[in-house]
């Protein structure tokens, strides 16, 4: 797990995330998070479901 230091690092990218977002007029739909415990990985365990109940957090438009 990383540390409190490297969370609160990493945190930081959500907001410049969100302000590129509203800059083009586009909003978020969904939050979560999945922690890469590695520079090239492995994904953390029970990343599956995590991804899951992100993806199930977004609307389908028709």
Do not use: Y
């Not at 520079?39 to 609307?59: C, M, V």
């Amino acid at each position: 797990m990383p540390s409190d230091q490297e969370l609160a690092n990493w945190r930081r990218v959500i907001p410049v995330m969100n302000e590129r977002l509203q800059a083009k007029g586009m909003v978020r739909v969904a939050e979560g998070k999945i922690i890469v415990t590695g520079l090239k990985g492995p994904l953390e365990e029970n990343w599956q479901s995590k991804a899951e109940a992100f993806a199930s957090q977004i609307p389908i438009l028709p």
